[in-house]
């Protein structure tokens, strides 16, 4: 069975599970998950409909025909011409699967003017949102999906290092010029598109946590913040280093970094399966606030990665999941000194039987290489 077409099948017991009688999905990462077919949201209608039984159909625009038919195992299409109104094929498909009074998760990113849409279409169904299903089915990674995210993180491994030997060379670049350069290297390196927008956060833009860059020229001694990742068959890097090209760093940089450095180390020494995702949040926190930083480290201490840049788990507090093998995840602590620098360290890592494997190595130091 082609795997996506699995996929699809664990989807449709999911949906039983929870008492959903489709998931109604838009151009999305989950769609791509169950269907193989890519596609940005637009404006036209397009959706894949999956009954609880039987076989998925998708409504789309009749210029996609050969598009989908030749990246998806989904061969049922419900196609409609521009100027055709394409309410009544969603009609018809709901009379066929015999949806019209069922419960519908729709895809949590559908634009509101298609749920609007769709609650017109059939006022007698009831809605909820597919990541009910596809939250839990996504969050551990199969073989394929590691490979990528395996190769994601040596491309941005190998772009940090590149960039970091540019030592002096890169005082004087501006954080635009720098972030080019980067975006460059990544696509050089093997990756496809960059992942989010590239963080080149220099002096006090580096407090900013996601800062992304401006016309800031970089100083001796300025500690930058360097966070980038480029997509590798769908599935993105993202890693953090904040280094030094040249020069002293201000006072108590140092430090800082040691301390990030140390939570970043003790977060990642906690990953095993069992624990819970805000164990992990906690493990680093602690460092951090025994180190007198605790209100200065503002966010999460890492997020879940696959086909989403943010998804499940979140390594957070309050965040009970237990961590199983395959879930793929951010480790990313950092302090930020308002006007002064920023300090982050991030790597993904991998859950694995015995504790975790990390994707990223490139050195987590700050010093020149
Ligand atoms: N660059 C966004 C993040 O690390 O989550
Ligand atoms: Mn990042
Ligand atoms: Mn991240």
Not at 2 to 16: K, S
Not at 35 to 54: K, N
Not at 244 to 260: I, L, S
Request: glycine share 10%; hydrophobic share 40%; charged share 30%.
């Amino acid at each position: 069975m082609d795997a996506f077409e699995e996929r699809t099948r664990r989807c449709q017991d999911r949906l039983a599970a929870v008492g959903a009688d489709a998931a109604v999905l838009f151009p999305s990462t989950n769609l791509f998950y169950v269907s193989g077919f890519r596609e940005e949201p637009g404006e036209r209608h397009l959706f894949l409909v999956i009954p609880r039984e039987g076989d998925p159909a998708f409504v789309a625009p009749e210029m996609y025909d050969a598009q989908i038919r030749d990246s998806s195992w989904v061969q049922d299409l419900r196609l409609w011409a521009d100027g055709e109104d394409p309410t009544k094929l969603v009609a018809d498909l709901a009379d066929e699967f015999d949806l019209r009074g069922g419960h519908l998760l729709v895809d949590d990113t559908m634009w509101a003017r298609f749920t609007q849409d769709l609650r017109e279409t059939l006022p007698e169904a009831t809605f909820g949102l597919a990541s009910e299903v596809f939250d839990d089915l996504r969050v551990r990674k199969d073989d394929t999906e590691l490979a990528a995210l395996r190769t994601a993180g040596e491309v941005a491994d190998r772009v940090s290092v590149e960039i970091r030997e540019l030592g002096e060379e890169a005082v004087g670049m501006t954080e635009d010029e720098l972030a080019d350069e980067i975006e460059r290297r990544l696509a050089a390196a093997g990756g496809d598109e960059i992942a989010f927008g590239t963080i080149a956060g220099s002096g006090p833009n580096g407090a900013k946590p996601h800062h992304r860059h401006e016309d800031r020229e970089i100083r001796p001694g300025d500690p930058v913040v360097l966070d980038f990742g480029a997509y590798v068959d769908g599935y993105p890097g993202d890693q953090t280093r904040t280094v030094v090209f040249a020069g002293d760093p201000p006072e108590g940089y140092e430090e800082v970094h040691e301390v990030v450095r140390e939570a970043h180390e003790a977060a990642v020494e906690a990953v095993e399966p069992g624990v819970t995702a805000e164990s992990i949040d906690r493990a680093a926190r602690e460092v951090i606030e025994e180190a007198g930083y605790g209100d200065e480290f503002v966010h999460r201490t890492g997020h879940g990665v696959g086909l989403d840049v943010h998804e499940d788990p979140y390594i957070v507090a309050g965040n009970e999941t237990e961590l199983e093998p395959g879930m793929v995840f951010s480790v990313e602590p950092g302090v930020y000194l308002d006007g002064e620098f920023g300090v982050r360290i991030e790597d993904l890592v991998v859950v694995t039987e015995e504790g975790c494997e990390r994707l990223n190595d490139s050195p987590r130091t700050w010093e020149p290489l």
